[in-house]
């Protein structure tokens, strides 16, 4: 399994613009994988965005993700769920959901890292990388931390995030990251579906 190309959206760090239009314009792109992370808002606005963006992954081929909310996604039953050092635990989350459901987690150092790869999930989250306005609540984490953790035969898929954009992408790949994490460099941009196009032919481009 690679996530990819993986965008994360926020409803309350999107500008001025239109959830659902700028939903349709990222999961129609060139991107892989949309996680929706929504701290915010009730449950109802809550669903009924994560309903919107599992249709419309469904009619692209897209990879959904949920961000934390447990309860939620075992009501829309994305593709897999996100979670947080404060958040439900990796064991519980496996316990919960279908067999096949992916399950990924934030890490910021190697410590952690190796943690996470004997827990049953399908990737490990590494960041932030760079400094972000996107996420308030970050651990300040490096790409020597990625490189460390690939010395070791790293068994789980590590995708990188935090602070990255098109300038920053060589060198996250050149870290060894399998899949690329990105948010405002994106769902800020006055193009977010060019904006994807040209992230991921560097990305492409790289693995040739």
Do not use: W
């Not at 496996?94 to 049953?120: M, V, W």
């Not at 899949?179 to 977010?192: E, G, M, Q, R, V």
Request: with cysteine; glycine share 6%.
């Amino acid at each position: 399994m690679k996530l990819g190309l993986y965008v994360i959206i926020d409803p309350y760090n999107i500008g001025n613009k239109n959830f659902n239009n700028l939903c349709t314009e990222i999961v129609e792109s060139d991107i892989d994988t949309i996680q929706l992370r929504n701290k915010y808002g009730d449950k109802e606005e809550y669903l009924k965005q994560a309903f919107f963006i599992k249709n419309l992954c469904k009619k692209n081929n897209k990879i959904f993700i949920i961000n934390d909310r447990v309860g939620e996604a075992l009501e829309v039953m994305p593709h897999g769920i996100h979670v947080g050092r404060k958040d439900t635990s990796v064991q519980k989350c496996r316990d919960l959901f279908p067999k096949k459901f992916i399950i990924g987690n934030s890490n910021a150092t190697f410590e952690e890292g190796k943690i996470s790869e004997k827990l049953p999930t399908n990737y490990v989250a590494i960041g932030s990388l760079f400094e972000t306005n996107s996420k308030k609540d970050t651990i300040p984490s490096s790409l020597d931390v990625i490189k460390k953790l690939k010395k070791t035969n790293f068994k789980k898929e590590v995708v990188a995030i935090g602070g990255i954009n098109k300038n920053r992408i060589i060198k996250v790949l050149d870290s060894g990251a399998d899949s690329i994490c990105i948010s405002s460099a994106i769902t800020l941009s006055d193009k977010p579906a060019l904006e994807a196009k040209n992230i991921k032919k560097i990305m492409q481009d790289y693995a040739k």
